[in-house]
């Protein structure tokens, strides 16, 4: 009862064409039939036509509502498929942005961590590429400057590099401001004295050495200015000072 209830159309084909088959049939079978018994066969293969084409009817009917129901089971499948699809995007997007936070995180990190706990990786960059020679320069007054230019020194020296024993910066004037009355340099900061900036490590040259950034080839200048940048600690170049010898590099180390 459930099937004919759900599928009344099919149900009224097969009623009609099995009513209208047994017409035909004995129409066949019974070539000599009074006029009564046509007339009751035509009545009874009538009815039997109408059953079937209101079958045929709800069929249709029934047809058009499953494809209905298909193309909108069809859409919905479509917007899920959509929805996942940028669902997963977003993953990928928020995947992307955590590691980029998390790369800038480990940048802070670094750089408001004490420096000598990076200062390792200096020796690690500086390995392969040539030595030259530095002298270190560090602000007064800071404990955590005056370890990192110690720390320095050991692995530029163990890099094969000749270097000077860190010093204060002091008195210490650049070059470069020789027309400047000492009086009136002397109320700068130490560090601006020297040419350098009042935070993170500034690397000093005179012009002919400062020019060598621009070679293909790597050099000590260059070499220990990538080695700093990679510790994401402040690194900057300074005023050229033009007192200094050819191939001289000075390393200032201020607070971070």
Do not use: C
């Not at 940048?107 to 408001?112: F, V």
């Not at 000492?182 to 350098?196: H, I, Y």
């Amino acid at each position: 009862m459930e099937f004919a209830r759900l599928h009344l159309g099919l149900v009224l084909v097969i009623v009609g064409v099995v009513g209208e088959g047994v017409e035909i049939i004995w129409k066949l079978l019974v070539r000599k039939r009074s006029e009564k018994l046509d007339l009751f066969l035509n009545s009874i293969g009538a009815f039997f036509w109408i059953v079937l084409v209101i079958g045929l009817a709800l069929e249709i009917r029934d047809a058009a509502i499953t494809d209905k129901e298909a193309a909108e089971s069809n859409r919905l499948a479509g917007q899920a498929n959509e929805r996942a699809a940028n669902a997963e995007k977003q993953v990928e997007q928020l995947r992307s942005t955590n590691l980029v936070l998390q790369s800038r995180l480990e940048k802070i990190q670094n750089m408001q961590a004490p420096r000598v706990a990076l200062a390792w990786k200096i020796d690690k960059s500086l390995e392969g590429k040539p030595a030259g020679t530095a002298e270190i320069f560090y602000q007064e007054g800071d404990g955590e400057v005056y370890e990192f230019a110690g720390w320095l020194k050991s692995l530029l020296v163990h890099a094969k590099w000749n270097v000077t024993e860190p010093r204060p910066i002091g008195d210490t004037i650049s070059g470069s401001y020789s027309g400047i009355s000492r009086d009136e340099v002397q109320k700068w900061s130490s560090t601006m004295r020297l040419g350098a900036h009042g935070d993170g490590v500034t690397i000093i040259a005179n012009g002919k050495t400062m020019i060598t950034l621009r070679d293909k080839e790597i050099n000590p200048l260059k070499g220990i200015l990538s080695a700093l940048v990679a510790l994401d600690i402040r690194v900057s170049l300074g005023q050229d000072d033009i007192s200094l010898p050819d191939g001289l590099i000075r390393i200032v180390v201020a607070p971070r």
